[in-house]
């Protein structure tokens, strides 16, 4: 549990603080400047993984292939949110190897957090459904700190931002609660992001994250009933 505990702040305090004061201070160094953020990007994960890896619990945190493989066709509708992301390609998102990048590197570190750390510290004080939810609320409000940013409209795009963010760490928590493993959750994290940082067009986020909010609460409801009646939480009819 105390392991857990300082695994959480750990990792939290790398990707929030470290990683982002490191990249602003090179950020003058131009075409150093990419190398520097890459290898930094690099390095918080690298050491994030030898942090689990330390607590010798890489299955505890969803950092495994997952124990029921036959139920990663179930997550399969999770890819409509990249898929429903491609129309800001034809409408100036510009998709460059850094953003490639960082999105890659939210992927995992978001996902290690939330539904790695976050969502094992819950599972092992009060079970994996308080675990589900929990963690996806915590996501939810992780994202007020986009209030940080500028803009006349920041406000409502970060309240938009949270509800969205709820409903995405319910859907990716019950995915690791079904199958034991984050991997599917990173790569549709990270294959929204990539086109998601690379676009500038905000009325298509809003659009996007309306719909995307729908389809991921109809997507995690379903499925979340489905578990709860096969661990026996709820009892089906005779």
Known sequence: MKSNIISTVIMTFLYLVVCPMIRSFFADFKTASTIINLAVMALMIVFSLVRIHDVKDFKGYGV?????????????????????????????????????????????????????????????????????????????????????GSGKDIVYLTILQVFYACAIGFAFAV?????????????????????????????????FDSCACVVLIAFGTVYYVKYRKETGIIETAA
């Open 175 to 207: 995915v690791r609660a079904r199958t034991g493993s984050i991997l599917f959750p990173v790569i549709v994290h990270a294959l929204v992001d990539i086109i998601g940082m690379a676009d500038e067009n905000k009325k298509f986020d809003v659009i």
């Open 64 to 148: 495994c292939a997952g124990d029921n493989a036959g139920k990663m066709k179930l997550i399969l509708p999770l890819f409509i949110l990249p898929i429903m992301n491609v129309p800001s390609l034809f409408m100036g998102a510009n998709v460059t190897p850094m953003v490639t990048a960082s999105a890659i590197y939210v992927g995992i570190m978001e996902e290690l957090i939330f539904r790695g750390c976050v969502y094992k510290l819950v599972d092992d004080r009060w079970g994996e459904h308080k675990a589900i939810v929990f963690s996806s609320i915590a996501f939810g409000l992780f994202h007020l700190i986009n209030l940080s």
